[in-house]
């Protein structure tokens, strides 16, 4: 049986067998690797530190924040300090995000010629306000030929480095995108795409739309890998994301917040093997604190133990630990500070039975803030005034 036989049977067989079969590894370009599992990129979240911690569970792509092509362009400071990686860490995955096709070009090129990462992801997902009013993230897919050559710029500047796609399903219910941005981002060179099964109305609430998934793998061309992404909260998710739609892999964001053991799950799985056992208090306070000496070594330890607070409510997120402490772990100072806190709680509570589900903020759906007549015409290939003025780097 082939490849393209699985998928086409996990399309419509959502049973036992179809969950348990096993998919091959997942290739983007020249790299490969086993588990087919992708670490979205989350501002604030998805630096050095994380990314080790979520490797250290298993194996995927790990992408890095967003960096913006202008910010990169214009060398700007943040932008080169938010481009890191570990030594050993393999294939090193960047996401960009733009909307002129030649500061697209210029980055891209700067990535494969000071060999700054091996992979890229262009960012076609983002539903916010301050991002889609410029005509950015989510908006951008509407335009068709301005999106069209923002791809392709990229693809020629990486110059054989693969470039991937993310995206959502449109704008919203009345401005679907996603079929002809699937297909315009593969003629472009595209190494694979991502789908968001959202609009950019939803933001990240109610359900994902898995069906556009499997929609988009029967549009895209077999040779070109689609990934799944929305609501995989558990390895039970994935499976069933893959049974339903024959998606190639999926990619994981607010699912592991709070979670990153979720990778090693996930890899058990993808092979078939039993999933370990969830972790206990103790066990998920070891990974906290592992969590926050790693934050400590990429950002120091003011920043990093500044940082780790807005993750510390995601990891003990069902535990019956009392406001006290919570509120106490919210304010920690120290690593130290951190170890007495931890010392308090009990090791052998049992991971929460409902502790599964979403995490981080899912907001609520609304009206797509998108520039002044951008709707108008989906031909029109003008870049968006002022949309890289900002150069923070994400």
């Known amino acids: 049986m082939t490849v393209q036989d699985i998928v086409r049977d996990q399309r419509t067989d959502t049973g036992p067998a179809a969950r348990d079969r096993v998919l091959p590894p997942l290739r983007i370009g020249p790299f490969e690797v086993g588990t087919p599992v992708v670490l979205a990129p989350m501002a604030g979240i998805t630096n050095p530190g994380f990314r080790r911690l979520c490797r250290e569970q298993g194996a995927g792509f790990y992408v890095c924040e967003m960096i913006t092509s202008r910010g990169l362009v214009e060398k700007n400071p943040l932008t080169r300090r938010m481009i890191a990686f570990d030594a050993d860490e393999y294939p090193r995955s960047m996401q960009l995000y733009g909307v002129d096709p030649v500061a697209m070009r210029t980055a891209a090129s700067m990535v494969a010629t000071e060999d700054l990462a091996d992979h890229i ?7 916010v306000p301050k991002v889609t009013r410029r005509g950015g993230g989510a908006a951008l897919p ?6 069209e050559r923002i791809v392709r710029a990229a693809v020629e500047g990486a110059n054989g480095r693969p470039v ?5 399903i449109g704008i919203d219910d009345d401005h679907i995108t996603y079929l002809d941005a699937g297909r315009i981002a593969v003629d472009a060179g595209a190494s694979a795409v991502a789908l968001h099964a959202r609009t ?3 933001r990240y609430s109610g359900t994902a739309d898995w069906s556009a998934i499997a929609r988009l793998r029967e549009h895209v061309p077999a040779g070109t890998p689609v990934l799944g992404n929305g609501d995989v909260f558990s390895a039970q998710d994935a499976l ?5 739609t024959g998606c190639d892999g999926v990619v994981v964001g607010r699912g592991c917040l709070g979670r990153p053991w979720l990778f090693g799950d996930l890899e058990a799985a993808f092979a078939g093997r039993p999933l370990p056992a969830p972790p206990n208090l103790g066990q998920v306070a070891t990974t906290l604190r592992r969590h926050a000496v790693l934050l400590c070594e990429h950002m120091g330890d003011h920043k990093g133990i500044r940082d780790v607070r807005k993750h510390i409510a995601w990891y003990l997120k069902g535990f019956p630990v009392g406001p006290e402490v919570r509120r ?9 500070e951190l170890d007495d806190l931890l010392a308090t709680l009990d090791p052998d509570e049992p991971f929460p039975a409902d502790a599964d589900g979403p995490r981080g903020r899912q907001g609520s759906p609304g009206r797509v803030v998108l520039p002044e007549h951008w709707l108008d015409d989906a031909e029109d290939e003008t870049v968006p005034f002022s949309a890289e003025v900002e150069n923070s780097g994400g």
């Open 164 to 168: 991937t796609v993310k995206m959502r």
């Open 200 to 202: 950019a109305a939803q």
């Open 328 to 336: 106490s772990l919210g304010m920690v100072a120290s690593i130290g």
């Open 142 to 147: 509407f335009k068709r030929k301005l999106f």
């Open 240 to 244: 069933d994301m893959v049974a339903r």
């Open 121 to 127: 992801d262009l960012n076609f997902g983002c539903p």
